[in-house]
Protein backbone atom coordinates (compact mmCIF):
# COMPACT_ATOMS: atom_id res chain seq x y z
CA UNK A 1 0.00 0.00 0.00
CA UNK A 2 1.22 3.13 -0.79
CA UNK A 3 1.40 6.09 1.89
CA UNK A 4 0.10 9.68 1.19
CA UNK A 5 2.73 12.39 1.07
CA UNK A 6 0.30 15.55 1.01
CA UNK A 7 1.12 17.56 3.75
CA UNK A 8 4.39 16.33 4.72
CA UNK A 9 7.13 18.39 5.08
CA UNK A 10 9.88 18.17 2.14
CA UNK A 11 7.24 16.79 -0.02
CA UNK A 12 5.92 19.68 -1.92
CA UNK A 13 5.36 18.73 -5.25
CA UNK A 14 8.55 19.43 -7.31
CA UNK A 15 7.63 21.42 -11.01
CA UNK A 16 9.02 19.29 -14.53
CA UNK A 17 10.37 21.89 -17.28
CA UNK A 18 10.78 20.31 -20.42
CA UNK A 19 13.18 22.07 -23.07
CA UNK A 20 12.73 21.04 -26.45
CA UNK A 21 15.89 21.94 -28.90
CA UNK A 22 14.43 23.75 -31.68
CA UNK A 23 10.80 24.16 -30.01
CA UNK A 24 11.63 25.71 -26.68
CA UNK A 25 9.77 24.87 -23.49
CA UNK A 26 6.77 22.35 -24.23
CA UNK A 27 5.73 21.22 -21.24
CA UNK A 28 5.65 22.61 -17.59
CA UNK A 29 3.99 20.04 -15.04
CA UNK A 30 4.14 18.97 -11.34
CA UNK A 31 5.51 15.95 -9.69
CA UNK A 32 2.35 15.10 -7.97
CA UNK A 33 0.62 11.22 -9.07
CA UNK A 34 -2.85 10.15 -7.90
CA UNK A 35 -2.94 6.21 -6.93
CA UNK A 36 -5.57 3.98 -6.43
CA UNK A 37 -5.16 2.77 -3.14
CA UNK A 38 -6.89 -0.46 -3.78
CA UNK A 39 -4.69 -1.63 -7.16
CA UNK A 40 -1.46 0.84 -6.89
CA UNK A 41 -2.96 2.14 -10.50
CA UNK A 42 -1.74 5.68 -11.54
CA UNK A 43 -5.25 7.66 -11.59
CA UNK A 44 -3.57 10.69 -13.13
CA UNK A 45 -0.26 12.48 -13.15
CA UNK A 46 0.85 16.40 -13.02
CA UNK A 47 -1.27 19.19 -13.05
CA UNK A 48 -4.58 17.17 -13.68
CA UNK A 49 -3.38 15.11 -10.50
CA UNK A 50 -3.08 18.17 -8.63
CA UNK A 51 -6.91 19.11 -10.12
CA UNK A 52 -8.05 15.92 -9.59
CA UNK A 53 -7.20 15.18 -5.75
CA UNK A 54 -10.27 17.09 -4.48
CA UNK A 55 -13.00 15.26 -6.71
CA UNK A 56 -11.49 11.77 -6.53
CA UNK A 57 -14.78 9.50 -5.78
CA UNK A 58 -12.29 5.92 -5.27
CA UNK A 59 -10.35 5.58 -3.03
CA UNK A 60 -7.23 7.64 -4.45
CA UNK A 61 -3.61 8.73 -2.54
CA UNK A 62 -1.76 11.48 -3.72
CA UNK A 63 2.01 10.79 -3.58
CA UNK A 64 5.48 13.13 -4.80
CA UNK A 65 7.25 11.07 -6.38
CA UNK A 66 10.20 13.80 -6.07
CA UNK A 67 11.21 14.52 -2.18
CA UNK A 68 13.36 18.42 -2.79
CA UNK A 69 14.02 17.70 -6.47
CA UNK A 70 15.25 14.10 -5.45
CA UNK A 71 13.65 10.73 -6.52
CA UNK A 72 11.68 9.11 -3.47
CA UNK A 73 9.40 6.36 -5.25
CA UNK A 74 11.64 5.41 -8.16
CA UNK A 75 8.93 3.16 -9.84
CA UNK A 76 6.71 6.34 -9.48
CA UNK A 77 9.54 8.85 -11.18
CA UNK A 78 10.19 5.88 -13.90
CA UNK A 79 6.45 6.16 -14.88
CA UNK A 80 6.30 9.62 -14.63
CA UNK A 81 9.48 10.81 -16.80
CA UNK A 82 8.67 8.29 -19.51
CA UNK A 83 4.60 9.57 -19.84
CA UNK A 84 6.44 13.63 -19.83
CA UNK A 85 8.85 12.70 -22.38
CA UNK A 86 6.52 11.09 -24.51
CA UNK A 87 4.11 14.20 -24.31
CA UNK A 88 6.92 16.28 -24.52
CA UNK A 89 8.35 14.51 -28.20
CA UNK A 90 4.98 14.22 -29.17
CA UNK A 91 5.10 10.29 -30.07
CA UNK A 92 4.92 6.79 -28.33
CA UNK A 93 7.93 4.93 -29.94
CA UNK A 94 6.33 1.41 -29.50
CA UNK A 95 2.68 2.64 -31.19
CA UNK A 96 5.31 3.97 -34.14
CA UNK A 97 7.42 0.74 -34.43
CA UNK A 98 4.16 -1.03 -34.74
CA UNK A 99 2.35 0.85 -37.18
CA UNK A 100 5.54 1.80 -39.59
CA UNK A 101 8.29 -1.04 -38.75
CA UNK A 102 10.48 1.68 -38.03
CA UNK A 103 12.53 2.80 -34.97
CA UNK A 104 11.85 6.28 -33.45
CA UNK A 105 15.81 7.85 -32.80
CA UNK A 106 16.03 8.04 -28.62
CA UNK A 107 16.80 11.73 -27.66
CA UNK A 108 19.58 12.52 -25.58
CA UNK A 109 18.64 13.98 -22.41
CA UNK A 110 20.40 16.74 -19.92
CA UNK A 111 18.58 16.50 -16.31
CA UNK A 112 19.28 19.47 -14.21
CA UNK A 113 18.61 19.16 -10.80
CA UNK A 114 18.40 21.71 -8.12
CA UNK A 115 21.12 19.74 -5.21
CA UNK A 116 24.33 17.91 -5.02
CA UNK A 117 23.21 14.44 -5.84
CA UNK A 118 25.13 11.58 -4.07
CA UNK A 119 25.85 8.10 -6.03
CA UNK A 120 22.72 6.70 -5.55
CA UNK A 121 20.74 9.77 -6.60
CA UNK A 122 22.66 9.88 -10.08
CA UNK A 123 22.14 6.33 -10.77
CA UNK A 124 18.51 6.75 -9.69
CA UNK A 125 17.96 9.73 -12.36
CA UNK A 126 20.05 8.14 -14.74
CA UNK A 127 18.22 4.70 -14.68
CA UNK A 128 14.56 6.42 -14.76
CA UNK A 129 15.66 8.58 -17.74
CA UNK A 130 16.92 4.76 -19.56
CA UNK A 131 13.72 3.47 -18.54
CA UNK A 132 11.85 6.36 -19.63
CA UNK A 133 13.30 6.04 -23.20
CA UNK A 134 16.25 7.99 -23.37
CA UNK A 135 19.67 7.25 -25.10
CA UNK A 136 22.08 9.36 -23.22
CA UNK A 137 21.56 10.80 -19.71
CA UNK A 138 23.34 13.75 -18.79
CA UNK A 139 22.61 15.19 -14.75
CA UNK A 140 24.15 19.01 -14.22
CA UNK A 141 23.61 20.91 -11.17
CA UNK A 142 23.21 24.26 -13.77
CA UNK A 143 20.11 26.33 -13.90
CA UNK A 144 18.29 25.27 -17.33
CA UNK A 145 19.08 27.82 -19.15
CA UNK A 146 22.97 27.83 -18.77
CA UNK A 147 22.42 23.90 -19.43
CA UNK A 148 20.58 24.68 -23.23
CA UNK A 149 23.27 26.88 -23.38
CA UNK A 150 26.03 25.07 -22.64
CA UNK A 151 25.29 21.23 -23.30
CA UNK A 152 23.59 22.28 -26.60
CA UNK A 153 25.52 20.59 -29.41
CA UNK A 154 25.05 17.09 -27.78
CA UNK A 155 21.49 17.27 -25.89
CA UNK A 156 17.95 17.34 -27.20
CA UNK A 157 15.98 17.61 -24.73
CA UNK A 158 16.33 19.20 -21.38
CA UNK A 159 14.91 18.36 -18.09
CA UNK A 160 14.47 20.92 -15.37
CA UNK A 161 13.37 19.84 -12.00
CA UNK A 162 12.84 22.75 -9.44
CA UNK A 163 11.18 22.62 -5.90
CA UNK A 164 9.51 24.46 -3.60
CA UNK A 165 10.35 27.46 -5.92
CA UNK A 166 14.17 26.81 -5.66
CA UNK A 167 15.42 27.98 -8.89
CA UNK A 168 12.10 28.83 -10.50
CA UNK A 169 13.12 32.47 -10.32
CA UNK A 170 16.14 31.98 -12.96
CA UNK A 171 14.41 31.38 -15.59
CA UNK A 172 10.46 32.62 -17.16
CA UNK A 173 8.19 30.60 -19.12
CA UNK A 174 6.42 33.78 -20.28
CA UNK A 175 7.28 35.12 -23.69
CA UNK A 176 7.11 38.80 -22.71
CA UNK A 177 9.50 38.47 -19.78
CA UNK A 178 12.82 40.18 -19.86
CA UNK A 179 14.49 37.79 -18.14
CA UNK A 180 13.31 35.19 -20.91
CA UNK A 181 16.55 33.33 -22.92
CA UNK A 182 14.92 30.90 -24.91
Known amino acids: MIESTIGKPGYE ?25 DT ?10 EEAIDQAGTPVTAVNPLRRGIIASYMLAERMFCSYLRRALGYDRSMVKRLTGA ?10 VPEELTEVEEKAFMDAFYQAGARDVCLTGQPLEEAVRCLEKPCTV ?13 FCINENCPHRIF
Not at 14 to 35: F, H, N, P, Q
Not at 103 to 111: L, N, S
Open 40 to 49: GLIIAMGNAA
Open 103 to 112: TVKKPRVAVC
Open 158 to 170: FVGITWNGKEKER
Open 13 to 37: PARITIYVKDRGIVLEESSMALVNR
